[in-house]
C-alpha cells in the first residue's frame, strides 16, 4: 500500500515538474509598419485590448513610415513606446526626418537596420527584459531583436546574410528567444535569409511592402516565418498614401505629394509563441485588426 501512495505522490510531483516545461512560452507580437497619424492611433487605441486577449508579452512595431507618413521622430516614437510597444525597429525611411539622430544617438528601444557601414550611428540589435512575463520559470525572461535590410530592390547596404549570421551568434550567447524584423521587398530574398537563421532564431517577420502575405508557417527548425507583415494604417490607400496622387505620379511620371490617406485604418501584424526554453516558435498567427473610430 505505502508504494502505492508513493508512486502516486511520485507521478503527482513528476506532473508538477513537467507542466511548466511544456506551457511556459513567450508570446510576441509583432506590428507591421506604422504609417503616419492613423497609425499611431490605431496603434493607442487597439493595443491594450490585443495585450490582454492575447497574453501578449512583449510588443514591437515597425515605426519607419511613423512621422508623416516618412520617417520617425522622437515625438512620434514617444507616442508608440506609451501605447505599450516595447521596441520600434526601422527600414529604408529611417533618414526622412531629421530628428531621427536624436533617437538612434540615445533610444537603445530604437533600431535600425544593423547592415549599415560600420560605425554608423545607432544599434541594429538590442537585448531586452520582458518586463512583467506571465511565467516565472526563468527570471527574467531576455528577448533579443534584430532589424536588418535587404538588398534586392534597395538601396545598397552591407551583406544582411553575413551580417545576420554573425550577429546571431553573438545574440545567442545572451538568449534564444531572437525575432527578427527583415525590412526586405524581394520575397525570394527574404525566404532565404530565413531559411538560412531556422533553428538559429525565433521568428523572422518581413516589412515594407506593407502588404500582408499569407504565407505564415513554422519552418523545420522551429524559427516562425511570415514573409510581410502588412502596415498599420488606412488601407483606403496605395501603401497609406492618397491615391489620386499615386496614379498621377504613374500617367505623368511627374513628382507628387503623397500625404497619408484617412480612411479604413487596420492594424496589421504577427502574433509568435515562442518556447521559453529553447526559443523555438510553436505558433504564428497573422493579426489583422480594424480600428473603429
Ligand atoms: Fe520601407
Ligand atoms: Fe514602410
New binding site residues.
Given amino acids: 500500500m505505502m508504494s502505492h501512495v508513493s508512486r502516486s505522490h511520485v507521478r503527482k510531483q513528476l506532473a508538477h515538474h513537467l507542466l511548466p516545461a511544456t506551457v511556459d512560452c513567450v508570446k510576441l507580437l509583432f506590428i507591421g509598419?506604422i504609417v503616419g497619424q492613423p497609425g499611431r492611433r490605431a496603434v493607442k487605441e487597439l493595443l491594450p485590448r490585443l495585450r490582454e486577449q492575447h497574453g501578449v508579452d512583449f510588443v514591437i512595431a515597425n515605426g519607419?513610415?511613423s512621422a508623416g507618413g516618412s520617417g520617425i521622430t522622437p515625438k512620434t516614437a514617444e507616442e508608440i513606446f506609451s501605447a505599450g510597444v516595447d521596441v520600434i525597429t526601422s527600414?529604408?525611411?529611417l533618414w526622412d526626418q531629421k530628428e531621427v539622430m536624436e533617437l538612434l544617438a540615445n533610444e537603445k528601444r530604437f533600431l535600425r537596420p544593423l547592415n549599415y557601414p560600420l560605425g554608423t550611428v545607432g544599434q541594429g540589435s538590442g537585448v531586452f527584459a520582458v518586463k512583467s512575463p506571465k511565467s516565472k520559470v526563468q527570471s527574467p525572461v531576455v528577448v533579443a531583436v534584430l532589424n536588418l535590410q535587404g538588398r534586392t530592390f534597395m538601396p545598397p547596404l552591407e551583406n544582411p546574410f553575413l551580417a545576420a549570421l554573425d550577429e546571431v551568434n553573438k545574440l545567442r550567447e545572451r538568449t534564444k528567444i531572437i525575432f527578427v524584423d527583415f525590412?526586405a521587398e524581394a520575397t525570394s530574398e527574404k525566404i532565404a535569409f530565413a531559411r538560412m537563421l531556422d533553428g538559429q532564431v525565433s521568428a523572422v517577420v518581413g516589412?515594407?511592402t506593407h502588404v500582408q502575405t499569407a504565407d505564415e508557417q513554422i519552418f523545420p527548425g522551429g524559427t516562425a516565418y511570415l514573409s510581410d507583415a502588412g502596415f498599420t494604417g488606412p488601407h483606403e490607400s496605395v501603401l497609406g498614401r492618397e491615391i489620386a496622387p499615386v496614379i498621377q505620379r504613374f500617367l505623368t511620371s511627374m513628382p507628387q505629394r503623397f500625404d497619408v490617406a484617412k480612411e479604413r485604418v487596420i492594424l496589421h501584424g504577427a502574433l509568435i509563441e515562442i518556447g521559453e526554453a529553447n526559443g523555438k516558435a510553436t505558433a504564428i498567427q497573422r493579426i489583422s485588426e480594424k480600428f473603429v473610430t
Avoid: A, L, R, V
Wanted: charged share 35%; glycine share 12%.
Fill in positions: 509598419d519607419e513610415n527600414g529604408d525611411h525590412h516589412t515594407h
